[in-house]
């Protein structure tokens, strides 16, 4: 597993170059791109072999049928590091089952490179690769990331880039920080530190272009609800219509606190900010014990 440059061909290792001239198969996902890579390293490849998403889990099985008959497989991808977020990982596993040792030849990878230029907390980071891209799965991976609490690193194509920003502003709130790490290792290499808030704005006005791989900072500490937070929150329940039951358990979860402290304090609270909805039987309030 032969990492290779995200941009700057001269983050290509000596290490990397001997591997690759010492393959008897060299499997990578776009041969053209990999034959510029080799020429430039000026490695002439014995073979050539494509593999890509699409046919991965095909070419897994030719790749150790080699390997089997002791020949040496490097796999590259078109950039960066094997497996992530890119090929490889079917590949690796599948060698390891059959026997076989793997070597990473480790080098460039996108997510590392932003991480450190990000400059936001990065003992303990969670990498999201590409988010999905919509529907429910999309909604829910948000809702994590808002709350996670470590630095959190996602690769985005430039013409999804707005959206995604947009998205992430509305789940984590203006003021979270974000890092917009543009074109790395290239000549038009920038990071742009900011709010979420004023990054959705920058990208309101300009065209993302080139390759981006957005750090997002972590979720601040939550703050401990007290019983006015709960009140007020009781209050506003109730005010959008919710009667008590409904209201006592939304409370709970909104705010992160057990159910029989919202219970005690809309004891507290009685009928107030119910109206007409704090008689009768669903305004009655279950103990939840
Ligand atoms: N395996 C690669 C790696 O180790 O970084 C990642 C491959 S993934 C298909 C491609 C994504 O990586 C891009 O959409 C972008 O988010 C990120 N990326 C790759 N090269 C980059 C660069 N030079 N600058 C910023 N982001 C880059």
Redesign the pocket.
């Known amino acids: 597993m032969v990492?290779t440059p995200?941009?700057n061909l001269g983050d290509l290792s000596p290490r990397a170059v001997q591997t690759l001239a010492n393959a008897d198969v060299i499997a990578c996902e776009d041969t053209r791109r990999t034959r510029k890579l080799l020429s430039h390293a000026g490695v002439k490849p014995k073979v050539l072999m494509a593999v890509h998403d699409f046919n991965e889990a095909s070419q897994v099985r030719a790749i150790v049928a080699r390997l089997d008959q002791g020949r040496h497989v490097a796999l590259v991808?078109d950039?960066?590091?094997?497996g992530?977020?890119?090929p490889g990982r079917r590949m690796v596993a599948a060698a390891a089952d059959a026997g076989h040792e793997v070597v990473v030849v480790p080098g460039?990878?996108?997510?590392i490179a932003?991480l450190v230029a990000s400059g936001f907390p990065s003992e303990r980071f969670a990498f999201e690769g590409f988010l999905p891209r919509k529907g429910r799965d999309r909604a829910e991976r948000l809702a994590l990331i808002a709350g996670e609490r470590r630095t959190t690193v996602i690769?985005?194509?430039p013409t999804r880039l707005r959206q995604t920003v947009e998205d992430l502003l509305e789940a984590c709130g203006p003021a979270r920080r974000v890092a917009v790490?543009?074109?790395?290792?290239?000549l038009h290499e920038d990071v742009w530190r900011g709010s979420l808030d004023d990054a959705a704005e920058r990208l309101a006005t300009t065209e993302p272009r080139?390759?981006?791989?957005l750090v997002l900072d972590a979720a601040p500490e939550p703050v401990a609800a007290d019983d006015t937070d709960i009140e007020r929150a009781l209050l506003a329940r109730y005010d959008a219509g919710d009667d008590k039951r409904a209201a006592l358990p939304a409370v709970a979860t909104e705010l992160h606190v057990p159910k029989r402290r919202v219970y005690e304090v809309a004891l507290r609270l009685g009928d107030r900010g119910l109206g007409d909805r704090g008689l009768g039987a669903t305004g009655d309030l279950v103990d939840p014990d």
Do not use: C, F
């Not at 950039?79 to 094997?82: I, Q, V």
């Not at 460039?108 to 997510?111: D, F, G, M």
């Not at 790490?181 to 290239?186: C, D, I, M, V």
């Not at 080139?210 to 791989?213: F, I, Q, Y």
């Open positions: 990492a995200i941009g991808t950039a960066g590091t094997p992530i977020s890119d460039p990878s996108a997510a932003a690769y985005e194509a790490a543009r074109e790395l290792t290239k080139g390759e981006h791989v």
